[in-house]
């Protein structure tokens, strides 16, 4: 998805069922509780695959979700296989940058690498990891109340900048 320098605006983005996007060259925007969902794949051989590109803002109330595979009801279920890079900005006013769902168990293949991007959030965690999921940083300057929060999962930080500018830790 080119956005060719140009903004869409939207009230949420789903990405789901193994889709492969690119997203670069201009900027997302939403309301306060726009989101950017990112459901994992049922099928391990076929993830869901998300990057965003350097050239790319995302400026949402919400930030980005990732969550399990998207049950026949429309609800988020406990697995799903997905991978998402984050190589530009997400700014966020009053929620996470990245949330992972706590919905997430082990059976989950998510691996989320955050390379080289910006993640300031104004109000809350930037990085919020509530389940199982891989969480690669490196070379990114993360800023929120509180930087990152781990509750599950695994997170490697390497060449990074991380600031709680909040009354937490």
Do not use: F, W
């Not at 929620?95 to 706590?102: A, E, G, K, Q």
Request: charged letters at 20%; one cysteine or more.
């Amino acid at each position: 998805l080119n956005l060719n320098g140009y903004m869409l605006t939207i009230q949420n983005l789903d990405i789901c069922g193994g889709a492969a996007v690119t997203i670069r060259n201009g900027t997302i925007s939403g309301l306060k509780t726009c989101t950017v969902n990112i459901y994992g794949s049922s099928d391990p051989n076929k993830p869901t695959t998300v990057t965003a590109e350097e050239d790319l803002l995302i400026d949402i109330g919400g930030g980005i979700r990732i969550l399990g595979e998207k049950t026949e009801n429309g609800e988020e279920g406990t697995n799903g296989s997905c991978y998402v890079e984050l190589r530009g900005e997400v700014m966020t006013k009053r929620s996470p940058c990245v949330l992972v769902s706590d919905k997430l168990r082990e059976g989950a293949d998510v691996t989320v690498k955050i390379n080289g991007a910006e993640l300031q959030s104004g109000k809350e965690t930037s990085v919020k990891i509530n389940g199982c999921a891989q969480v690669l940083i490196d070379g990114a300057d993360i800023t929120g109340a509180t930087g990152i929060v781990m509750r599950a999962g695994e997170v490697s930080i390497a060449n990074s900048h991380i600031t709680g500018n909040g009354n937490t830790g």
